[in-house]
């Protein structure tokens, strides 16, 4: 939903995995996010940041973790492929 795939790298044929790293604050929103494993590409890479900031806020964090801040690492595919995953 709110994955883009960056239309001159669709055009290029170009496809990958990103894994960032975030962190979000005790409200949901996004503090921080980071590359930690390249795509190889850097319009994939920029997308994947750009999509945590457009996902924000996230649901807030439960009080029952008594964390202020929450970090988190996901993995961003970047597939032509049209089989979708659950997952």
């Known amino acids: 939903r709110f ?3 960056p239309r001159s ?3 290029d044929g170009v496809t990958g995995v990103v894994v960032v ?3 979000i604050r005790k409200n949901g ?3 921080s996010s980071e590359v930690i494993n390249s ?3 850097p319009r994939l890479d920029q997308e994947a940041v750009e999509m ?3 996902a924000s806020p996230f649901a807030s964090i439960p009080d029952e973790l008594s964390s202020s801040h929450l970090e ?7 597939s ?8």
């Open 3 to 5: 994955k883009r795939y």
């Open 72 to 78: 988190l690492t996901l993995p961003v595919e970047f």
């Open 9 to 11: 790298a669709r055009k």
């Open 52 to 54: 945590l900031v457009r």
């Open 21 to 23: 790293k975030f962190v």
């Open 29 to 31: 929103k996004v503090e």
């Open 80 to 87: 032509l492929n049209p089989t979708r995953k659950l997952f």
């Open 39 to 41: 795509s190889g590409d």
